[in-house]
């Protein structure tokens, strides 16, 4: 379905589409792929422009398996999946991800450092959209490993630095997170149903220009 959507100002991106729509609820408790991009980019992933477009395309990786790959040129937009689903049914979110290179200005703390070369999103929809919370799992230039801060923009989107630095770069990374844990450490509670998961790789602040790549997101139940 086709949809016109006015373009939001520089560095809304941190809203992390809020206004995505809830899908229909998992109803099972075995693990749940969004996507492990094999047969392609699923349709169900709507693109969201925020200034310029970040070019997302599916490779072949040596070996034979599929990623999505997504670089940045200055530009900042996402990928998002709806997905409603419960927390306390899936608590883990699962995903690999490399990245090619650091964004140099890169930080969080500062509206014109809000730029990433990956981002794992979880998005908590509200009725009313300013009160819509994230979850930003990033990919951090100097923020130290598993810190975590509000999006200078946005303070109901809160930034973790699930990798930080150099060390890494070029190499697949296996991630874990327990939304719940991270939910409550982030806003002091436990979290509502969750609607959406999203990526993004994203250097419209900095003007820089970063390569990133995203595979097997799922959602575990403990």
Known sequence: MTQTVRRPPPGAASLVFAAALLAAP??????????????GRKAAWQEKEFRGRTEYRVVLEPGGNHALRAEARGA?????????????????LAWRWKVENLVA?????????DDYPAR???VFPHWFPPKTRSLNYIWATGLP?????PNPFFANAVMIAAQSGPALLGRWVEER??????????????????????VMTD????????????????????
């Open 120 to 122: 794992v999103y979880v």
């Open 203 to 222: 250097t419209d602040q900095t003007g820089e220009t970063a390569v990133g790549w995203y595979d097997d997101l799922r959602l575990e139940a403990r």
């Open 177 to 198: 997170r327990d939304l719940i844990a991270d939910y409550r450490r982030a806003f002091g509670e436990d979290p509502p149903r969750a609607g959406a998961i999203a």
């Open 26 to 39: 998992a109803g099972a408790t075995s693990p749940l792929t969004v996507d492990d991009f094999e047969a």
């Open 105 to 113: 200005a890169s930080d969080p703390s500062r509206k014109a450092g």
């Open 145 to 149: 490993q598993n810190a975590q801060v």
């Open 76 to 92: 900042a937009s996402g990928l998002v999946y709806e997905v409603a689903f419960d927390p306390k049914e899936y608590p883990i």
